[in-house]
């Protein structure tokens, strides 16, 4: 089956797409049910995690040349995340801590997804404009049933900030670290 | 530099439309609705009234059946059981749920949720499951407390574990005022992250600047011309 996807570029990238999105939404989906939103939601972050099967390391972004730098990039895409919600602090949002193992699971799961294995699998098929926009756009879209309406053209901001960063230092260990810290500090 | 300017071009674009929102951008597993306040905190700009709920449970067999009450707009869910309720010479049990206006505000405790009262025309005889939905933009109440008056005194009845975010749930056999918050001077857990946020992102900041500047020089010297850029192996 891999063997196969990986011979036909396109099968592959619609593949990655629909699997992504119907994990994303059955996430939201199932989550809220009572007493099942962290055990889902770390079910759903490995799901997404699973994406990453069949890639090196590298072509999904996770050489480890220039770590130092990497986790430095990784800290500076959290104050860009996190900005505006810490400068207006008394209305930012609380993650209960029962959520923060799930939201480690599911951030890690979203980046190696979404800027790691649909990211390769999209600048296969189309070159690197298809993979940041095609990617954002799917990113937006897998978020439209977990955000209000008026919260996805943030969701497809962060999105295109965070492709964009996959592109042009090729590097995926910078997103989940910003995406980590992100959503563990809210 | 075409990279690293798209690059800050993005940033740019991000922190320009999550800033445009309010209360505030986050992404996770904040609830969808915001919360309806009878009285709003200072920071929240737009706001719905909260919704009422009313339940007519049948008395089938000399039981009252399992049922639920809730508020129109889901702030508010009390399940009974099967029997819950002295149904003598009752046929029906009514149960009314209403926010209470204006909102109490008792110095023993800081109130994070509306108030409401709950009422029902028979007795429990069995406990309800009280379920509060509360912001996310607060800090997280400890417990949920009772009363017999909106002017109190009120009482903590406790607080179960979470079963779902941003809602807290306890058990009660008595109708009444309920509220959700915690003692006045406690600090939340809640209320003390939220003050953090901005330390941390702070001490992210001198972070990458101690770290990020070094490190970049050091890149610098240490590459040989032509650029990552202009090679397309471009690395952080």
């Not at chain 1, 029962?98 to 990211?119: H, K, M, T």
């Not at chain 1, 298809?130 to 955000?147: D, M, N, Y």
Request: aromatic fraction near 8%; hydrophobic fraction near 50%.
């Amino acid at each position: 089956m891999l063997s196969v996807l990986r011979a036909r570029p396109a099968a592959r990238a619609a593949v990655i797409a629909a699997y992504v999105l119907l994990a994303g939404w059955t996430r939201v989906l199932f989550s809220s049910a009572p007493q099942a939103a962290a055990p889902v939601l770390v079910i759903g972050g490995v799901a997404l995690a699973v994406t990453a099967i069949g890639w090196g390391p590298a072509r999904l972004g996770l050489g480890t040349s220039h770590l130092a730098l990497r986790v430095v990039g990784g800290c500076a895409l959290a104050v860009a995340l996190l900005l505006p919600a810490a400068t207006r602090a008394s209305a930012a949002p609380l993650l209960p801590l029962s959520l923060a193992l799930p939201a480690v699971v599911v951030s890690i799961g979203e980046e190696v997804a979404f800027r790691g294995a649909l990211y390769a699998a999209l600048e296969d098929l189309g070159g690197a404009r298809l993979a940041i926009v095609g990617g954002t756009a799917l990113w937006t879209a897998s978020h439209a049933l977990s955000h209000p309406p008026e919260f996805l053209l943030a969701v497809a901001a962060a999105g295109l900030l965070l492709a964009i960063w996959r592109w042009a230092c090729n590097d995926l260990v910078a997103p989940i670290i910003g995406h980590v810290i992100a959503d563990l500090a809210l | 530099m075409k990279r690293a300017a798209l690059l800050g071009a993005a940033v740019i674009i991000y922190v320009s439309v999550a800033w445009s929102l309010a209360p505030g951008f986050y992404d996770g597993f904040a609830p969808q609705q915001p919360y309806n306040w009878v009285c709003p905190p200072f920071h929240i700009s737009a706001n719905l009234p909260p919704s009422s709920g009313h339940l007519d449970i049948k008395v089938i067999g000399g039981v009252s059946d399992a049922n639920s009450a809730f508020t129109d707009d889901g702030q508010v869910v009390v399940g009974f059981l099967p029997g819950a309720f002295d149904v003598t010479g009752k046929t029906s049990i009514a149960i009314d749920i209403k926010p209470v206006d204006p909102c109490p505000k008792p110095a023993s405790l800081t109130v994070v949720t509306n108030a409401y009262l709950i009422t029902a025309d028979a007795p429990l005889v069995k406990p309800a499951n009280l379920v509060l939905r509360y912001s996310d933009v607060v800090p997280a109440p400890s417990t949920l407390y009772y009363a017999v008056s909106a002017d109190g005194p009120w009482t903590s009845i406790g607080a179960g574990s979470e079963a779902q975010p941003f809602t807290i749930n306890t058990r009660t056999s008595k109708f009444g005022y309920f509220v959700a918050g915690y003692p006045a001077g406690a600090v939340s857990s809640g209320g003390l992250r939220t003050q953090i946020l901005p330390i941390a992102v702070a001490l992210l900041i001198i972070g990458v600047l101690v770290a990020g500047i070094p490190l970049a020089i050091l890149r610098r010297r240490q590459a040989a011309p032509p650029d990552d850029e202009e090679t397309g192996e471009a690395e952080p």
